[in-house]
């Protein structure tokens, strides 16, 4: 996800679905991270062992709000990334 120029997203919470869960491919393997340049990315989270089928939730705390440019899933495997929506 990207904002245009001038603009960044300002964010207060990250909700993604999984739908066939498999926590092995998620856990330790599935990242949340931003960037301004699009080229250098800073890791916002990790999905841990708490990671269900259905919807998940990561929540930034009101004073440590990311604000960036470009937002992005990664992941450590093939099957990591594998997200219903978001």
């Known amino acids: ?3 245009r120029d001038g603009y960044v997203g300002m964010l207060s919470k990250v909700k993604y679905m999984v739908a066939d869960i498999e926590k092995d491919k998620f856990i330790n393997n599935l990242a949340f991270e931003a960037s301004n340049d699009n080229t250098t990315y800073t890791e916002l989270f990790r999905t841990d062992y708490n990671i269900g089928s259905g919807w998940n939730y990561h ?3 009101s004073k440590a709000q990311p604000k960036y440019k470009y937002y992005r899933f990664v992941g450590n495997n093939s099957n990591a990334c ?3 929506e978001v």
């Open 82 to 84: 594998m997200l219903n």
């Open 1 to 3: 996800m990207s904002f």
């Open 59 to 61: 929540e930034f705390d």
